[in-house]
């Protein structure tokens, strides 16, 4: 599965974690109050991670996922990319601080800077909704890309299937493009474009949000 995607030489527009860079010291201590610790646990886990394995967190943020998941299974290669110096600046103290290694690269979800088939798990945890709709069908292309075959992608998000016009998210960005997919439970169906198969929602869940979902999705060749 060849790739004419390469990494962009000029820093591109991309939304920081928090939503504002001036927000970036609070995004850990509000992702612990909401609970977000047990949601990537839980992400984590059902990748069935092993040692010996290659992972990518995209868009890892601060850290914390790329962090557990190195922690969880001391044997793997960990990468955690994302757009962001500042946001990777505190992941690699934080790493630091864990005891954990791993490497920390700047690069953009669709235009991974690595070669065909070189990792067996990949994961996004509270970023596809960031993403434009022709950026996050470029970066599960990439996904299924750089995933070695029997591979498969984690992703965790707002949405899944089922009525949100109760939850935060739901009532207040409903018309929003960029939550589009994932409120109308759309997200295995581009997985299944973009080249990953046995694409699916594993689990959702309420928050004060509203629903979070997990999905995988295998390249199966």
């Known amino acids: 599965m060849a790739s004419t995607n390469t990494p962009d030489p000029e820093r591109r527009h991309f939304l920081p974690a928090a939503g504002h860079a001036w927000l970036l010291p609070f995004y850990d201590p509000m992702h612990r109050l909401l609970g977000g610790a047990a949601a990537l646990e839980a ?51 934080k790493a630091q601080r864990a005891g954990v290694r791993v490497n920390w690269q700047e690069g953009y979800a669709d235009a991974l800077p690595f070669p065909d088939a070189s990792f067996d798990r990949a994961f996004s945890s509270f970023m ?67 080249g990953l198969q046995d694409a699916q929602q594993l689990d959702q869940r309420r928050t004060v949000f509203g629903a979070i979902a997990w999905h995988r999705g295998t390249r199966t060749s």
């Open 43 to 93: 992400l984590a886990e059902q990748a069935a991670l092993a040692p010996g394995q290659r992972a990518l967190d995209i868009g890892c943020g601060t850290g914390t996922l790329a962090i557990r998941v190195s922690a969880l299974e001391p044997d793997l290669d960990v990468v955690g990319l994302d757009p962001d110096p500042q946001a990777l600046a505190r992941a690699r103290a």
């Open 128 to 194: 596809f909704h960031h993403l434009d709709a022709d950026v996050k069908r470029g970066m599960l292309r990439e996904v299924a890309r750089v995933l070695r075959p029997g591979g498969s992608l984690h992703l965790l998000d707002f949405g899944g299937s089922g009525d949100h016009s109760h939850g935060l998210i739901g009532r207040l960005f409903h018309r929003s493009e960029h939550l589009r997919d994932n409120l109308e439970g759309r997200i295995p169906i581009l997985m299944q474009e973009a």
